[in-house]
């Protein structure tokens, strides 16, 4: 598990979490809550990689959260997240399983749920666990060889 697979997680769990108007706060709250040191240039790349937007609350002010954007354009940026955190995929039934490291599974299933990959009916995402529900074995099968794909081009 990289230091930097885990801050880009600790970064979306605050996000989440908490309204952060400025890198400096971000970088703050990294610090304080997370014990995770690092730059302000670091944070700005993270941000970056990440597809991070500010947007307006109606009253003039800014706050960072998750780009609006097609699925693709998110797959594509939540792909580092979501490949650094997974580390083996099966199914049994209706149920692909994931397997990410500790701590990993909320980031990974977010990075999941923008990819809009068919079939999937729901998921469940543990500390490091993640159930995919499909519509059907056979979608179970095909995703589950989809996310190994995927995870075999790391």
Do not use: P, W
């Not at 890198?23 to 690092?38: A, R, S, V, Y």
């Not at 997974?86 to 977010?110: E, K, P, Q, S």
């Amino acid at each position: 598990m990289s230091v930097k697979s885990i801050r880009l997680q600790k970064i979306l769990e605050l996000i989440d979490k908490k309204r952060i108007d400025t890198q400096e706060q971000l970088q703050q709250m990294l610090k304080e809550q997370e014990g995770i040191q690092t730059t302000q240039a670091t944070i700005s790349r993270d941000i970056k990689e990440l597809g991070l937007v500010k947007i307006s609350d109606g009253e003039g002010n800014y706050y960072y959260a998750y780009g609006h954007r097609s699925s693709g354009s998110l797959e594509k940026k939540f792909h580092a997240v979501f490949v650094q955190s997974v580390m083996n995929v099966d199914y049994a039934g209706h149920i692909a399983c994931l397997r990410c490291h500790t701590g990993m599974a909320n980031a990974a299933c977010a990075a999941l749920d923008t990819m809009g990959l068919d079939g999937i009916v729901g998921t469940l995402a543990g500390d490091d666990t993640i159930f995919i529900l499909m519509r059907s074995e056979d979608q179970a099968k095909l995703i589950t060889e989809q996310i190994g794909k995927i995870l075999d081009a790391r």
